[in-house]
């Protein structure tokens, strides 16, 4: 059996999930969580085999606990499941070290698909989202990539933290600051914190 965690803020959603999970005589749902805090909480006390993971919770972001999910479970093994189909968006979400990512225009089959592969340990990409990786790798390869460190400044950024306050919370200088924050611009060809901004809602940054 695949025990498996639901992390997703509507409970609606969540009850379709179980509902067509459980058609599967494989998978057992061992529990439900509608926020970050209640996932952290209930996987010290339980492990599941997968994490179901709705990107965006109530009131955050869904992509700060992976890698705290990451330290506590001995073989992490998340699925993200979201609306957001932008490629850079979704490589960063592997490389904070999810196996699994599943667009909300996916199948139940690809679902089902997603979740075995991921049981066994192997990463996966929901169908549809397949063709837009091929087609969009190419021309992302030339383009410097955005790293995690970055991706810390810009979330803080659409937080509304000022420099200093962003030098506070992440143990670096104002400086180092300025320096992200330039690469960041020019690898987004950017000018401002305002397309900072629009970036960072169309990427679920916020």
């Known amino acids: 059996m695949i025990k498996i965690l639901l992390v997703e803020d509507h409970k609606l959603v969540r009850q379709a999930w179980r509902n067509l999970l459980l058609t599967n005589n494989e998978i057992v749902i061992i529990g439900e969580a509608e926020t970050g805090e209640e996932a952290l909480a209930f996987v010290r006390g339980s492990i599941p085999d997968i994490i179901l993971l709705d990107i965006n919770l109530k009131g ?3 992509s700060v606990i992976i890698p705290t999910l990451c330290n506590i479970l001995p073989h992490p093994k998340i699925i993200v499941v979201s609306m957001n189909t932008e490629y850079s968006f979704v490589k960063t979400m592997f490389k904070l070290g999810v196996l699994g990512y599943i667009s909300k225009n996916a199948s139940l089959e690809d679902m089902l698909t997603g979740i075995a592969e991921v049981a066994k340990g192997n990463k996966y990409l929901s169908h549809d989202l397949k063709q837009v990786f091929i087609d969009t790798s ?4 030339e383009k ?4 995690l460190k970055e991706v810390e400044i810009i979330r803080l950024i659409a937080q509304g933290f000022q420099n200093k306050e962003i030098a506070s919370k992440l143990l670096i ?3 180092t600051v300025e320096g992200r924050k330039t690469s960041i611009y020019r690898k987004l060809q950017i000018k401002n914190n305002l397309g900072l901004l629009k970036y960072a809602n ?3 940054y916020v």
Not at 138 to 141: A, K, L, S
Not at 144 to 147: F, K, L
């Open 60 to 62: 955050e972001n869904g």
């Open 202 to 204: 169309d990427n679920g």
């Open 138 to 141: 190419v021309e992302e390869t």
């Open 144 to 147: 410097p990539a955005i790293t």
């Open 173 to 175: 200088s104002e400086k």
